[in-house]
């Protein structure tokens, strides 16, 4: 496993979940780092992401509400996720690109390089 999530769980609406994500030692130089979820019946969907240039990138419906942040030293990513909605309910997987440029904030799901397995979060009502 390239990529190892942790953080998921069940809670209810209005409560907070931090994400994290590790980077093994056998994962290269990334230029990039974000987060997709995936609610059943749907598609795969980037929510948040930062590069190595600093850029970050939110979508319109977490936008507020989560915040991205680094650690290179750790190589570790985390997702801060506040005032949680039902809607939010999803797999979140971790990913990432591979390179060592600045990096883009916003790829499509099939140009990840790196995959986590994905963890699980559940808002209640």
């Known amino acids: 496993v390239q990529l190892v999530e942790s953080g998921g769980g069940l809670v209810q609406a209005g409560e907070s979940l931090r994400l994290s994500c590790a980077a093994s030692?056998?994962?290269?130089?990334?230029?990039?780092m974000g987060w997709f979820r995936q609610a059943s019946g749907k598609g795969r969907e980037l929510i948040a992401s930062?590069?190595?240039?600093?850029?970050?990138y939110y979508a319109d419906s977490v936008k507020d509400r989560f915040t991205i942040s680094k650690d290179d030293a750790r190589r570790t990513m985390y997702l801060q996720m506040n005032s949680l909605k039902p809607e939010d309910t999803a797999m979140y997987y971790c990913?990432?690109?591979?390179?060592?440029?600045?990096?883009?904030?916003?790829?499509?799901?099939?140009?990840?390089?790196?995959w986590g397995q994905g963890t699980q979060v559940t808002v209640s009502s």
């Open positions: 030692e056998s994962v290269g130089s990334v230029n990039s």
């Open positions: 990913a990432a690109q591979g390179g060592s440029g600045l990096g883009v904030v916003i790829w499509a799901e099939d140009e990840t390089d790196y």
């Open positions: 930062i590069s190595n240039g600093g850029r970050i």
